[in-house]
């Protein structure tokens, strides 16, 4: 509380009023928030070290005391921690110095030695005091706690992503179903509408083939009647064989043989 008391102070004597009025954004809720949320992190303005809390109960000696706390970030204390707290009235008095024993929500138990340092030891220690606590340990695990945290949140926004999406996919299901069957009946269309082409294709190019061939038949026919008339006969001279012989002196007959009748 004095921290705080302190902080603000300052800032009123260091600066004019009017550059500390705060102007409600009209982007953040009507619930009186006049900050962005820090999404449970650490703020940077705020000392973690230093804490309050009020003794809820405490054993017959006051050694071992319950204390409950507003902020619950003592969550973070493990047993064994060391931790130092002040009376709040005796504020000018020492550190007393306890070990943190047990932690419950908005709980933490610690045992203490010897309250000489800060508080009469002879006058009864009354439940609900109030105490004002230190501990750079605990300022330490709620760094780690934060830096911890804003993985966990990733790691969390990733699977509200992949939620998102099955929960989109399982939402438009029916819709994705029709249009996936739309998308191929289309395809199926086409094919067979190319199929169909195709085919028109082959019986008219079959049917210009039997014309082409029709009149290349035509046309052979015509140049065989041309290569037929215009073909060059080699003359060669015939000589009666009979007379071949009798010169050459080859045994003949007398007269050339008859004919044969067939």
């Given at each position: 509380m004095m921290y705080f008391?302190?902080?603000?102070?300052?800032?009123?004597?260091?600066?004019?009023?009017?550059?500390?009025?705060?102007?409600?954004?009209?982007?953040?809720p009507d619930g009186g928030v006049l900050a962005p949320d820090s999404n449970n992190m650490i703020d940077p303005n705020v000392d973690y070290e230093h804490f309050s809390g009020r003794v809820s109960d405490k054993d017959d000696k006051?050694?071992?005391?319950?204390?409950?706390?507003?902020?619950?970030?003592?969550?973070?204390?493990?047993s064994g921690d060391m931790v130092l707290f002040k009376v709040n009235t005796k504020e000018n008095?020492?550190?007393?110095k306890g070990f943190v024993r047990s932690i419950e929500d908005f709980y933490f138990t610690i045992y203490v030695e010897t309250l000489h340092t800060c508080y009469n030891e002879e006058k009864y220690f009354r439940r609900g005091t109030v105490l004002n606590f230190y501990s750079k340990v605990l300022a330490e695990r709620v760094l780690e706690a934060s830096l911890f945290r804003g993985q966990l949140v990733t790691r969390k926004q990733n699977f509200l992503k992949q939620m998102n999406d099955i929960n989109h996919f399982l939402w438009t299901?029916?819709?994705?179903?029709?249009?996936?069957?739309?998308?191929?009946?289309?395809?199926?269309?086409?094919?067979?509408r190319q199929k169909q082409k195709a085919l028109d294709d082959l019986i008219t190019e079959k049917q210009e083939k039997l014309v082409l061939q029709n009149e290349l038949m035509r046309k052979l026919n015509d140049l065989d009647e041309s290569l037929k008339f215009y073909r060059v006969e080699r003359q060669e001279l015939m000589t009666d064989r009979?007379?071949?012989?009798?010169?050459?002196?080859?045994?003949?007959?007398?007269?050339?043989?008859?004919?044969?009748?067939?």
């Open positions: 008391r302190t902080l603000f102070s300052f800032l009123f004597l260091s600066f004019p009023l009017t550059l500390w009025a705060v102007v409600a954004a009209s982007s953040y006051s050694r071992v005391f319950k204390i409950q706390v507003e902020n619950n970030n003592t969550k973070f204390f493990r008095r020492d550190y007393c299901f029916d819709q994705q179903k029709v249009k996936t069957g739309a998308d191929y009946d289309a395809q199926i269309n086409e094919l067979q009979w007379e071949a012989d009798h010169d050459l002196g080859h045994p003949f007959g007398q007269r050339p043989q008859e004919l044969k009748q067939e």
